[in-house]
């Protein structure tokens, strides 16, 4: 029974690690159906040892998606705490042993940090979050001005310095610019170009 929970347990802190891939990486079809294949994985297997019940799943179900609700939907993190508490209740239920519940908690809250600081380090931006990205990085020493259009730069040439999906960073003339990319997706170290400035988003385009 050891070596079973050792696997189910292995498998879920897999698809916790594929479901930050999916925020990260532009592999986002690859990862989820990955992230979905071992959460199938790891709850047939606790129904099949009866520990885990139609409930369970349901109740993991509903935490997942209101995870997912909060990135979307201000709630002053009302929605994210709930789907929280329903997430770490369903992983509890999915276990006989309450300890080995706890741990895979734990092991997974590890897992999500350290993949996630890989990602960062690597030059990843979390494509959910480019919000979030755009607030917290704009400032006068980057080359961002409330007060200016940017509409100089249209037609200027540059290097993105991180990955756009959609948005990201590039270097224009020696300055570090938040754009958007007309597409999904545009590797680091490519040179793109200026085509518009929209609702104060500089727009930019990968030169082939």
Do not use: C, W
């Amino acid at each position: 029974m050891l070596a079973n929970d050792i696997i189910i347990a292995l498998s879920f802190v897999l698809a916790v690690i594929s479901v930050i891939s999916i925020l990260f990486t532009d592999k986002k079809v690859f990862f989820g159906i990955l992230s979905l294949l071992l959460f199938g994985f790891f709850y047939y297997q606790n129904t099949i040892y009866n520990v885990a019940d139609n409930m369970t799943i349901i109740t993991f179900v509903m935490g997942i998606t209101l995870l997912a609700l909060e990135i979307f939907i201000p709630s002053f993190g009302v929605i994210g705490i709930a789907g929280v508490i329903l997430t770490i209740y369903s992983v509890m239920d999915s276990f006989s042993d309450n300890q080995m519940g706890i741990l895979v908690l734990i092991v997974s809250a590890l897992a999500i940090v350290l993949t996630v600081t890989i990602y960062v380090k690597l030059g990843f931006d979390r494509s959910l979050f480019d919000r979030m990205i755009l607030t917290n990085t704009n400032s006068s020493t980057r080359g961002y001005n409330s007060k200016i259009s940017h509409s100089d730069l249209i037609g200027k040439l540059g290097i993105s310095k991180t990955i756009l999906r959609p948005t990201g960073k590039i270097e224009i003339d020696g300055r570090t610019y938040d754009a958007k990319s007309e597409s999904d997706f545009i590797q680091k170290d490519r040179k793109v170009s200026v085509n518009d400035i929209k609702d104060g988003h500089i727009i930019v385009k990968e030169i082939k």
